[in-house]
């Protein structure tokens, strides 16, 4: 494009941006919808054994006197029903309907086939999804991407974290962003938009260019959208709902996003973790509801094309430590929402919680490679025939999770 | 022989002969290179520095950079806000104790009954946190962070910047491990900084013993297996007999880690010719390489009488002789004898260093940070032989670097993409902005991409404009720009007077003014970066860019015109590179 040419289109573009607050319409891809997944990250450990307890097992009781919560409450204390097996936590229950309507399921007893109980390794060897070796240079969700996901466009791969996590990291392209507000206001911002636009424009090197006006395009589209969430949906405050509500702006939009990774937090319950009450029931039910707000306002239209994976670095100790808490364990427990999900289902193995059923005595074992969940994702739903490069060396087989028609 | 001999001469004191850099070779003039010189080797000019080097000659800056003597009053007297800054790490780790160590104190001194009445009463553990001279690891961040930005803003001595920031990435530690978080800072001061301009082996070494590496890397919980024969536990056997032995061996193995990081990032290189036995066994060569634990009273006592049994103890690096696997091990085809103790792994340190591999590798990484993302091969080989040629000498290696005509080639000037720190400093120095507060700095800087010291892996920050350049934190430097420019960054002044000197050096190399009669200057050193359209100049084309200024001036009438060309400058294309 001449300059003159690319400047006269930006100043018909300015125009239109002042005088319209009508969204811009993708160029729809022609064909099937761009399928999304969303990863949201427990970052800090989930204790699985309290969000999804084991319902007839004396053991926890035993092991956990202050935090072991029953089916049917002593000082009303109740586990929500799920397959008979196990109870959700109460905080978590919104998150009981989708259950019971079959399109959430459980993954018990999943983790890193290792054993490692530091949060950095742990997460740091899930993002590269390579356990045991730490200095791998690419994350797997760009390791995703560069499989072939998505058609590219200034959504397509998001990351709603201040930095770029560990899991994006590699050469394919990824927004990452705490607020897409941040980048909405930039886009607001007029003149000095617009004067950056003509700079970057007329780079002579190709990365900054291409990446300027790629960055300067998403912020005119976002300073266009209404990132607020909409009327009666309910999320609650910060992360993980801010993410998932501006993915949810963005779908509404038709913008095509492939995959988003969004932090949860909180979970790092060593201290007055609590049963009916406390640190963990507050970040479990902020984590609820952010997904069920986030799942309503998806709406029939947009589920379909919607999976939710959720995933956290270890679970914690069987037994409670001496504040209230636990500490750092090894199995816990993942979360997956999708229409096509063969949900309602605790997958995964819980054996009975006696001492030499635990590993190292003392923690839920891994009976569930977190690989295979993921790949059950990346094929059964993201619908990639994916090669070795995506997760190397490892020759499990995906978990079967979904319905594949 | 005859290149070191020269190099003798190049390095003695001022006077002797200076051989000229080889930038008129390469098509540069003498401000040209002065402003890559100070680009590269350096955080970008101040305004008046171009001037001042041109005047003093490339070389001569050059040579008192690497002397590192200049004086630097100002720069000491900033740092001494920071108190962190003066103390050996395990002064650090005093006064600087974790939240819940202060709890457990609380405790022990009856403060509060137990850690459930700690954490509900918050304001009795500060209060004896701070009646024992306890500071917050907050504070200790703060410092880290301030001494980073200040020293890297306001040096002289901007040479020792920049390699202290790229060693510290090589030999990488994070504080997002809460164990290592605490030696960050004394690791860089006393692993890192004094070696810079020394030897690779030495910085090495001072890393492979420092408690934030063994910490970050695992290695201090690293030990011989339960089967395995113990330094210990043969030093007793032979001194007492069969009888009497030191309680049984309760290790519990080796942690990897550190072996397969130490071959993989710090030496050989992934490719460097190593195998998964190899990681095996140098994990068990560093087993009982570990840290005092300094809070525990008697750790004085124990030590005296365990030096008998091999231990060995230099600040807070502990060698636990009762930890280290003293069975036979082969490392790169070398054999290494049953009873070894902590000298192992000082040897299979210094066969690393030594290792063709390793001055190809660290070479390489050298040649990428301060030439270009993809180096030319004749200067890649040239640095690998002066690396093993001077076993490892760092001053020699960048005076090789700095005498290659491909460091002021065509293709190396302005190739690199600035890092989100990098971007942040050169455009503080270039606008001689006054910082009064760290912490909006710091939070800028990682909104851009780079939360310092906040990386997790341990490469280290990969140095790659893919890496650095993505869509939202390039929209996120061109906000920078604008909020430093409209002095909106809290804690940081730009001064009108200032500023009017400082926009007439930035203009005069990225953009020409229109504002003023007297910056009428066109651009001229970075005119590359833009495409000729046919029949328009250069500058016609940027006139054209600044038409937007008009609806700017209209959007944001408190600022002036100097303030919206300065943050035009600083979010340009142009100056994300250098």
Not at chain 1, 249 to 257: G, Q
Not at chain 2, 111 to 133: H, L, N, T, Y
Not at chain 2, 134 to 146: K, T
């Amino acid at each position: 494009m001449k300059r003159r040419q690319f400047l006269q289109t930006t100043a018909v573009g300015l125009s239109a941006l002042v005088f319209s607050r009508a969204p811009i319409r993708a160029a729809s891809t022609a064909g099937r919808k761009q399928p999304t997944l969303v990863v949201i990250f427990q970052r800090g450990a989930m204790d699985g054994l309290a969000a999804v307890q084991p319902l007839d097992d004396d053991n926890l009781k035993r092991l956990r006197p202050r935090l072991a919560m029953s089916r049917k409450g002593r000082q009303g204390e109740t586990l929500l029903q799920l397959d008979g097996r196990f109870g959700l936590h109460p905080a978590m229950a919104p998150l009981a309907p989708l259950f019971a309507q079959k399109k959430l399921a459980i993954i018990h007893g999943a983790g890193l086939p290792i054993a490692v109980r530091s949060h950095f390794d742990a997460q740091d060897m899930m993002e590269t999804a390579t356990p045991g070796v730490k200095s791998t240079p690419t994350g797997w969700l760009n390791r995703l991407l560069a499989q072939g996901l998505g058609n590219g466009g200034p959504f397509n791969a998001l990351a709603l974290s201040p930095d770029l996590p560990r899991a994006f990291h590699g050469p394919q392209k990824v927004l990452a962003m705490e607020d897409l507000r941040d980048l909405a206001r930039t886009g607001a911002r007029g003149g000095p938009v617009e004067a950056f636009q003509a700079l970057y424009g007329e780079a002579a090197e190709e990365l900054l260019a291409k990446t300027g006006r790629e960055s300067l395009e998403a912020s005119r589209i976002l300073a266009n959208l209404d990132l607020e969430p909409p009327g009666g949906i309910d999320y609650p405050s910060g992360a993980p709902a801010t993410g998932l509500n501006q993915v949810a702006r963005l779908i509404h939009a038709d913008r095509d996003v492939s995959l988003a990774l969004i932090p949860s937090g909180g979970w790092d319950t060593h201290i007055n973790q609590g049963a009916q009450r406390g640190a963990f029931s507050r970040a479990a039910g902020n984590f609820a509801r952010s997904i069920d707000a986030f799942w309503r306002d998806l709406g029939k239209k947009h589920q379909k094309n919607v999976l939710v994976l959720t995933m956290t670095e270890f679970g914690r100790t069987v037994a409670e430590n001496g504040t209230n808490g636990t500490d750092h364990g090894r199995g816990s427990c993942f979360f997956v929402l999708g229409r096509k999900v063969r949900g309602g289902k605790v997958y995964g193995e819980v054996p009975k919680l006696t001492e030499k059923n635990l590993e190292d005595g003392r923690d839920l074992p891994v009976t569930t490679d977190f690989r295979e969940v993921l790949a059950g994702a990346v094929r059964d739903h993201l619908k990639i025939d994916y090669d070795e490069t995506l997760f190397p060396n490892w020759q499990g087989r995906p978990l079967s999770y979904l319905r594949r028609s | 022989m005859a290149f070191g001999l020269c190099l003798l001469l190049w390095l003695g004191p001022a006077g002797g002969p200076t051989p000229d850099f080889p930038y008129e070779a390469a098509g540069l003039d003498e401000r040209r290179a002065a402003v890559h010189l100070l680009d590269r080797l350096g955080y970008g000019p101040e305004p008046g520095q171009v001037d001042a080097v041109v005047a003093m000659g490339l070389e001569n800056w050059f040579r008192a950079q690497l002397s590192g003597r200049t004086a630097d009053p100002a720069l000491e007297r900033r740092l001494k806000t920071l108190p962190a800054l003066g103390m050996t790490a395990e002064e650090i780790f005093r006064t600087y104790p974790t939240r819940a160590k202060v709890a457990r104190l609380a405790v022990q001194a009856g403060v509060v009954a137990d850690q459930q009445e700690a954490q509900d009463q918050p304001q009795k553990v500060r209060e004896f946190g701070r009646e024992r001279g306890f500071r917050s690891p907050a504070e200790l961040m703060h410092d880290l962070f301030g001494q980073k930005i200040t020293r890297a803003v306001y040096a002289e001595n901007q040479m020792h910047e920049v390699l202290t920031d790229f060693w510290f990435n090589h030999f990488y530690v994070s504080i997002t491990d809460s164990r290592a978080r605490t030696f960050v800072l004394s690791y860089e001061y006393e692993a890192i900084r004094p070696h810079v301009l020394g030897s690779f082996q030495d910085m090495l070494t001072a890393s492979a013993r420092h408690p934030a590496m063994l910490l970050y890397l695992d290695n201090a919980g690293s030990s011989a297996g339960k089967e395995a024969p113990t330094t210990a536990g043969m030093m007793a056997e032979k001194r007492r007999g069969k009888r009497n032995l030191p309680r049984r061996n309760r290790n519990r193995g080796i942690n990897e880690n550190y072996a397969r990081e130490l071959m993989e990032l710090h030496t050989l290189g992934v490719d460097g010719g190593y195998t998964q036995q190899d990681i095996v066994e140098v994990a068990r060569a560093f087993t009982g390489w570990t840290t005092l634990p300094a809070d525990r009273p008697d750790a004085e006592r124990r030590l005296r009488r365990a030096r008998k049994l091999g231990f060995r103890r230099d600040g807070l690096f502990l060698f636990r002789a009762d930890m280290h696997d003293a069975g036979p091990k082969t490392i790169l085809g070398r054999k290494f004898k049953r009873g070894g103790g902590v000298e192992e792994g000082e040897k299979v340190l210094a066969m690393l260093a030594d290792h063709p591999s390793t001055a190809r590798f660290v070479t390489a990484k050298f040649a990428r940070r301060f030439v270009s993302e993809n180096p030319p091969q004749a200067l890649l080989d040239r640095l690998a032989e002066n690396f093993r040629k001077t076993d490892g000498n760092l001053k020699h290696l960048l005076v090789t670097l700095v005498n290659s005509p491909e460091f002021w080639a065509d293709d190396a000037v302005d190739a690199r993409v600035k890092s989100p720190f990098r971007l942040a400093v050169s455009a503080l120095r270039a606008m001689n902005a006054e910082i009064d507060r760290i912490r909006p700095l710091k939070q800028w800087i990682g909104k851009m991409g780079q939360p310092l010291y906040g990386f997790q892996a341990p490469t280290g920050f990969p140095d790659e404009a893919a890496f650095w350049i993505s869509s939202g934190n390039l929209a996120n430097r061109m906000d920078f720009a604008v909020q430093l420019a409209s002095g909106k960054i809290q804690g940081v002044n730009i001064r009108r007077k200032h500023l009017v000197g400082s926009l007439k050096e930035i203009t005069a190399r990225f953009l020409p003014e229109r504002d003023t009669d007297d910056l009428q200057e066109t651009l001229k050193h970075k005119a590359h970066l833009l495409p000729q359209t046919e029949g328009e100049s250069l500058s016609q084309q940027l006139l054209a860019s600044y038409g937007y200024l008009d609806e700017w001036k209209a959007a944001k009438p408190e600022l002036d015109n100097k303030h919206r060309h300065a943050a035009l400058i600083m979010g340009s294309p142009a100056f994300q590179k250098h």
